[in-house]
């Protein structure tokens, strides 16, 4: 499985960006995938994940600003992100996993800096 991220940028505090993950390769066994973001400093978060199921899972720092969707004849993940806010700054990381989304993930992209000046 291969991960590709984009859509990363310079955006300022209140503005909006969307990351795509084009995944490649065997995703039958795929059950969930995953955005995952880390700072400098900071510990590697999961932000927002979705499984094949259905289920939904958003970290409480972005719930209601930021939105997890995928398109399935494209194999892509996106992470709609609005109200943007410098806290957000982060490489972004797009994650898959054969288990629950919150299981630990066994493929990842190259990540995408987001930087949200004030």
């Known amino acids: 499985v291969q991960l590709v991220e984009s859509g990363g940028g310079l955006v300022q505090a209140g503005g909006s960006l969307r990351l795509s993950c084009a995944a490649s390769g065997s995703l039958f066994s795929i059950n969930a995938m995953g955005w995952y973001r880390q700072a400098p400093g900071k510990e590697r978060e999961l932000v927002a994940a979705l499984s094949t199921g259905g289920s939904i899972y958003y970290a409480d720092s972005v719930k209601g600003r930021f939105t997890i969707s995928r398109d399935n004849a494209k194999n892509t993940l996106y992470l709609q992100m609005h109200s943007l806010k410098p806290e957000d700054t982060a490489m972004y990381y797009c994650?898959?996993?054969?288990?629950?989304?919150?299981?630990?993930?066994?493929?990842w992209g190259q990540g995408t800096q987001v930087t949200v000046s004030s």
């Open positions: 994650a898959a996993t054969y288990g629950p989304f919150e299981h630990e993930y066994d493929y």
